[in-house]
């Protein structure tokens, strides 16, 4: 069985949570209207109770991940199609 630690156990990291609280400071929000369905809504406020993140920071971080894994996704397609013409070039010499 885990235990639970002690409060005088732990500490406080003060040099990384300034870093970080630089780093949010330096991302800036805008707010914006968007219509989501109903479905995937109450997935995110069920989410956002159980893990006490706010769903509109859930939506935002969604969207963050999403959008880097489509650029990677993109960056490495890109590659393989450079590669792929390489490869055509080799083999039409």
């Known amino acids: 069985m ?3 630690p002690k409060l005088d156990d732990l500490t406080v990291d003060e040099t990384a949570t300034a870093r970080l609280r630089a780093s949010l ?3 800036k929000a805008v707010k914006i209207t968007v219509t989501i ?3 995937s809504l109450h997935a995110l406020k069920e989410v956002s109770r ?19 894994n489509r650029a990677t996704l993109e960056s490495r ?3 393989l199609e450079r590669e792929v013409k390489r490869m055509k070039r080799i083999l039409a010499a």
């Open 77 to 79: 397609l890109d590659h």
């Open 37 to 39: 369905d109903t479905k």
């Open 2 to 4: 885990m235990r639970e």
């Open 50 to 68: 159980r893990t006490g993140v706010s769903y509109q920071g859930l939506v935002s971080r969604t969207l963050k991940k999403g959008l880097t």
């Open 25 to 27: 400071a330096r991302e």
